[in-house]
């Protein structure tokens, strides 16, 4: 159902763009969005987009992380700026229908 990429290893201060791509139209999920798991972390919310538009972003990435949809490629999208090393985890696409599906998660390393 979700395919996730873009990760990779980049310095501080760095970008990335993420992307999750879905099986069919974006538009039957009533929320996209993407988690992570840091080392020996709990899985959290990044930032995420309700079928309607609405964005929620964790207070750790905003004005750093812009989540985007694309229906014409069936992706939804995550650009991180000003990236920090603390951002290191690997980053997982989650959609909602009915049920709750991931993606196969990519990680993202910073250095410092």
């Known amino acids: 159902q979700l395919q996730a990429s873009g990760g990779g290893l980049v310095q501080a201060g760095g970008s990335l763009r993420l992307s999750c791509a879905a099986s069919?139209?974006?538009?039957?999920?009533?929320?996209m969005g993407w988690y992570r798991q840091g080392p020996g972390k709990q899985r959290e919310l990044v930032a995420e987009?309700?079928?309607?538009?609405?964005?929620n972003y964790a207070d750790s990435v905003k004005g750093r992380f812009t989540i985007s949809r694309d229906s014409a490629k069936r992706t939804v999208n995550l650009q991180m700026n000003s990236l920090k090393p603390e951002d290191t985890a690997v980053y997982y696409c989650?959609?909602?229908?009915?049920?709750?599906?991931w993606g196969q998660g990519t990680l993202v390393t910073v250095s410092s």
């Open positions: 989650k959609a909602v229908y009915n049920d709750i599906y």
């Open positions: 069919g139209s974006i538009f039957r999920f009533s929320v």
């Open positions: 987009v309700t079928r309607s538009g609405k964005l």
